[in-house]
């Protein structure tokens, strides 16, 4: 069974720093794309920030770029968010995912066919 499983989420002030992690588990994605999405109360998914299979392009959402960093170990099976500098409304449920092909890249969610059950993080101002 493919699962992929997030951590590292909780309670932050504005201007503080967390890192999200990504295990998974069933399979390699050595091959695929990963990315990390997130959900606010009320909003829409929304795209944060991807990484290629062998971790050479990142593309970032314009809301995180110069203070989310993506990365990925294929040693461990696991791709990371740091996030710095935070602002409250970056206050979600950060979901990783996997592309579903290899070669499938981007900000459509419809890249990615496995998903994390997501992690909240929270910043207060």
């Known amino acids: 069974q493919v699962q992929l499983v997030e951590s590292g989420g909780g309670s932050v002030q504005a201007g503080g720093s967390l890192r999200v992690s990504c295990a998974a588990s069933?399979?390699?994605?050595?091959?695929?794309?990963m990315a990390w999405f997130r959900q606010a109360p009320g909003k829409e998914r929304e795209f944060v920030a991807s990484?290629?299979?062998?971790?050479?392009?990142?593309v970032y959402a314009d809301s995180v770029r110069d203070r989310f960093t993506v990365s990925r170990d294929d040693v461990k099976n696991a791709v990371y968010l740091q996030m710095n500098s935070l602002k409250p409304e970056d206050t979600a449920v950060y979901y990783c995912?996997?592309?579903?092909?290899?070669?499938?890249?981007?900000?459509?969610?419809?890249?990615?066919?496995?998903w994390g059950q997501g992690t909240q993080v929270t910043v207060s101002s």
């Open positions: 990484v290629s299979w062998n971790g050479g392009v990142t």
């Open positions: 069933g399979r390699t994605f050595s091959r695929n794309a």
């Open positions: 995912a996997a592309a579903r092909l290899p070669g499938v890249f981007g900000k459509n969610p419809n890249n990615y066919s496995y």
